[in-house]
C-alpha cells in the first residue's frame, strides 16, 4: 500500500494525501480527516525516512534525564514523570528518544543528536549541562522545554519551564506539621541539595518563621542519602531525632527511611514524632504508618510542556512561557 493507492481510493492527488497525512493546514479538516480514515483502515504509514527528507523533521522529541536515574531511590519519582511526558510527546505523534546528556566519547548525546538531526525538540529533566552543548541548541534555534528543575547553565529567564512550586510545598509540609500541633520541627536534607531541594528547605524555614519558631534542626544525611541514609540516620542520632515532634523530609524516599528507622527504635508515629514526606511516589501509601507528603503535580506539568514543546515545533510559540505549578498536601497517617 503506498500514498499512490490512498489517492486513488480517495480520488485525490498524491500530494493532498501527504500534506493531509502530515496535517497540512492548506487541505480543510474533512479532506485530511477522510483521508487518514482510509489510511488507518489500510493500516498505512508514512515512511518516516522519507517524511523526514520532504518535512525536514525527523517526527521525535529527545528527553534528556540526569545520569543517577541508576539509583533506585533517584528513579521513583522521575521514572513516573519520565512516563508521563512520554504518554504527552505520544499525544502529539511525536516518538520519544530517552537519553542521558554525557557520552562515554566525543562529543555530548545532545549535540549529536542536534548535529545528525535526530530530534526536532527537546525536553530537559537535568539541572546542568555542557556549555557546548547548550550552544548548538541555541545556534540551530532546536526548541527545548526545561522541566522539573532550574537549569544551572543558562539564564532561566529566557527559556520555557514548567516546575513545581518547591518553596511552596516547602510551606505546605511546615504547616501540615504545625496544624498537627507538632513545635521541634527539623528538616532532613539531601547530602548534594539542588535548586528544587533548596527551595524546598527555604519554604519549610520561612513557615516557621511566620509562626515566630526556630527551626528545630537540619539533619544533613551523608553520602550515602536516600532511603539507607535516612535510616541509618535515625539510628545513630537516636538522642537528638528523640527530642524532636516533627521531621520534614525532602523526598518521599528518605521519609520512608526515617518511618522505618524510628519503628525500628520504638518511637510512635504520629503520636511520638510527626513525618511529612515530598514527591507522592506510589509506594508512599504503602508505608505503615501510611505517609503524608506533597504531591508533585506531574501529570499536569508533563502535559503543560509536551503542549508547549509541540505548539513550539508547529512555530506557535510566541514568547516565552514559565509556570510555576502549585503541589498539594496528601494528608495520610504520619502526621
Known amino acids: 500500500m503506498t500514498v499512490r493507492d490512498i489517492a486513488r481510493i480517495a480520488e485525490v492527488s498524491v ?3 501527504s500534506r493531509s497525512l502530515n496535517d497540512n493546514p492548506r487541505i480543510s479538516v474533512e479532506t485530511r480527516e477522510r483521508i487518514k480514515r482510509i489510511a488507518a483502515e489500510l493500516d ?39 512516563h508521563d511526558l ?13 537519553t542521558d546528556a554525557a557520552s562515554p566519547a566525543g562529543p555530548g548525546t545532545l549535540r549529536r543528536l542536534i548535529l545528525q538531526r535526530k530530534v526536532d525538540g527537546i525536553l530537559l529533566l537535568l539541572s546542568g549541562t555542557m556549555s557546548e ?3 548548538v541548541i541555541r545556534k540551530r534555534g532546536v526548541p527545548v522545554v526545561q522541566v522539573h528543575n532550574s537549569p544551572s547553565y543558562f539564564d532561566p529567564s ?70 539507607k541514609g535516612a535510616y541509618d540516620f535515625v539510628r545513630r542520632n537516636l538522642e537528638a531525632v528523640g527530642r524532636l515532634d516533627g521531621i520534614f ?8 527511611g526515617v518511618l522505618q528507622g524510628l519503628a525500628d527504635e520504638g518511637i510512635a508515629v504520629p503520636q511520638d514524632l510527626r513525618v511529612v514526606g515530598f514527591d507522592d ?21 508533563a502535559r503543560l510542556a509536551t503542549d508547549r514543546l509541540f505548539a513550539l515545533l508547529e512555530g506557535k510559540g510566541g514568547g516565552t512561557e514559565q509556570r510555576f505549578i502549585a503541589p498539594v498536601l496528601v494528608r495520610r497517617e504520619s502526621c
Open 281 to 301: 511516589i506510589e509506594i508512599a501509601e504503602w508505608s505503615r504508618p501510611r505517609l503524608t507528603t506533597i504531591r508533585q503535580p506531574r501529570e499536569e506539568i
Open 133 to 135: 552543548d547548550w550552544t
Open 249 to 256: 523530609a525532602l523526598t518521599d524516599v528518605m521519609a520512608l
Open 158 to 227: 529566557r527559556l520555557d519551564y514548567f516546575f513545581t512550586d518547591n518553596n511552596m510545598g516547602g510551606r505546605l509540609a511546615a504547616e501540615a506539621l504545625l496544624d498537627a500541633g507538632s513545635r521541634r520541627i527539623a528538616c532532613m536534607t539531601a547530602p548534594s541539595p539542588n535548586s528544587e531541594m533548596l527551595d524546598r528547605e527555604k519554604g519549610w524555614a520561612q513557615a516557621l518563621e511566620d509562626r515566630a519558631l526556630e527551626p528545630a534542626a537540619r539533619l544533613k544525611l551523608d553520602e550515602e542519602g536516600g532511603y
Open 44 to 82: 498505512f504509514e508514512l515512511d518516516a525516512s522519507a517524511r523526514s527528507l520532504s518535512t525536514r523533521r525527523s517526527g521525535t522529541a529527545a528527553l534528556v534525564c540526569p545520569e543517577f536515574l541508576d539509583r533506585f531511590d533517584n528513579g521513583l519519582y522521575l521514572n513516573l514523570l519520565i
Open 15 to 17: 500530494s493532498t494525501v
Open 86 to 98: 512520554r504518554r504527552g510527546l505520544s499525544s502529539h505523534g511525536l516518538d520519544c528518544l530517552v
